[in-house]
């Protein structure tokens, strides 16, 4: 058995939740789901009160999901002016820009509720309207949190698109669903340099087929050029505004945003978020998960751009009045002592990253953190992949001091909120497992061919939930049908994550990783068929294959084997430019980080690509390839572990 690090005895004892009150609540929402969330829907403001709680099937071919249909409610309300009379003069964000040395940015509520309002009034100005769809192309700066809410204020849908996502990958968001405004600002700054976000939407704009406006913030003063009649500086369009824009009334199910994420086949695809439960399950995850108490402040070091950075940066923390941190630069920029020096400067008592970060961090050096004041934090979190042991007891006992709570979570854009972690009052945590399922998760471990269940454990298998949760995702934007093939064909009756699990001897969970053909490279999900479809695109290109294969740093690094069209001179020259190629037509974070020439990739005789041997190549594990018998010509695969490019 592996270590376990039991919470504090004080911790425990003052914790929302203690292991057996977890275990108490745990039951009680399994057993009655309806009653469970009635209860704990009352966590929100209601306009009007639900008067029905779950309505959910998992039916292939008739999935349907409804929380607290009849309940009508608006988030920015909930998550702004509900706190205004008890905390309008609280921060309500803290904004870390990327300089150091430039000073932070505390906001209160009651400065919040002026932002947000007097964006929403801009938005309205430029004609958009409920239900509308408004992209932001943002940096990590307070407007993006203000878009968010000024969009969830009127009922627009929002569409964040990670602003290192490059100007084709942000052109076919904002085509996809049909955008009336983009948010931008002029530039980025970040790690000390600047990305040009407008200067990118621009040329996204060239291949923009409907009449989309762009709202531009000013954060560097970059000089840019506006186009007359589709451009408008928020600062300039602010001032004609008033401060005060009441709240639309939204029905629990109408969707609150919209996020494009990779699966291993086709383009991204739109996961919708809807209101009532989404909200609901946000803040109460916030509050268990990271034990947040009233004062606590609370930094989740993720982009925006992700999902986390929407359930744990802005709506979750904000639903709860709460302090929360928002951080433009890099871990590592002046120094690897960056991250610390934050928490140290404001306090910090929650703070939650990937262990990506983690790892990159701790090969620099312990001093770093302990140079540092930490003694603020007093919950950990990871996020975004697996934690290696050794990554997870650096975090524990360098920057925790053996003190802290790591609550590794495992979720995903589809689910919204955590959906198995330890809590931090309530277990042991081992490193490295997920450990059990938040209130109202139902997984199971299934035999991967047979669809069975399997109850008896140890035992190791695919994952699958068994029934909804109140932040489930609905729908796929504008393809029902996709949503139901994606997550409910393979195993009929669930909802399939993707991932493998394990589950050991005490019942604790462990993700094993995707066992679909998509990768993770520093906690950010691709899908393989994405940078494939990137390099056929170049005209030098004839066929690709991608593969994942471990990386020190990133978790998993992207390997490409590359086919040339005929004719065409494999040179070390058009590796760089194909590198460079997938860079632009995705963005840095989709750059292979190794191509192999490969004249011919092992295919069975009706002319499938052997994934499972080029994976084994790329991990430099060529002695087990098991039988390739089946291979319409054997000799490639000799040809190919001959020149593999990681050994
Ligand atoms: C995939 C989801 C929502 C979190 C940010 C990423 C992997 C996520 C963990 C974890 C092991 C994890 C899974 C999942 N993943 N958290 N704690 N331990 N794996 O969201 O981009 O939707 O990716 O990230 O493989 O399916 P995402």
Known sequence: ??????????????????????????????ADPDAFWAEHGKRIDWIKPFTKVKNTRFDFGDVSIKWFEDGTLNIAANCIDRHLATRGTQTAIIWEPDDPTAEAQHITYQQLHA????????????????GDRVVLYMPMIPQAAYAMLACARIGAIHSVVFGGFSPDALAARVNGCDAKVVVTADEAPRGGRNTPLKTNADKAFESVTGDTKMLVVKRTGGDIPMVEGRDVWLHEAEAQVSDECPPEEMNAEDPLFILYTS????APKGVVHTTGGYIVYASMTHQYVFDYKDGDVFWCTADVGWVTGHSYIVYGPLANGATTLMFEGVPTYP???????????????????????????????????????????????????????????????????????IVDTWWQTETGGHMMTPLPGAHAAKPGSAMKPFFGVQPVVLEPQSGEEITTYPCEGVLCIKDSWPSQMRTVWGDHERFMKTYFSDYKGYYFAG?????DEDGDWWITGRVDDVINVSGHRMGTAEVESALVAHPAVAESAVVGYPHEIKGQGIYAYVTLMAGQ???????????????????????PDLIQWAPGLPKTRSGKIMR?????????????????????DPSVVDELIENRMNR
């Open 1 to 30: 058995m592996s270590n376990a690090y039991a919470p504090p005895a004080e911790l425990a004892a003052n914790a929302h939740a203690d292991e057996a009150k977890y275990n108490e609540m745990y039951a009680a929402s399994v």
């Open 115 to 130: 932002h947000v309002c007097k964006m929403a009034n801009v938005l309205k100005d430029m004609g958009v309207t409920k």
């Open 263 to 266: 699966g291993s086949t086709g």
């Open 335 to 405: 120094d690897a002592s960056r991250f610390w020096q934050v928490c140290e400067e404001h306090k910090v008592n929650q703070f939650y990253t990937a262990p990506t970060a983690l790892r990159a961090l701790m090969g620099q050096g312990d001093n770093y953190v302990t140079k540092c004041d930490l003694s603020s934090l007093r919950i950990l979190g990871t996020v975004g992949e697996p934690i290696n042991p050794e990554a997870w007891e650096w975090y524990y006992k360098v920057v925790g001091g053996s003190r802290c709570p």
């Open 499 to 503: 991932d493998g699990c394990k589950r």
């Open 569 to 591: 001179e494999y040179t070390d020259e058009l590796r760089t430019e194909l590198s460079n190629w997938v860079r632009k037509e995705i963005g840095p974070i989709a750059k």
């Open 612 to 632: 499972r041997i080029l994976r084994k190549i790329a991990e430099n594990d060529y002695g087990a390839l098991g039988d390739t018998s089946t291979l319409a």
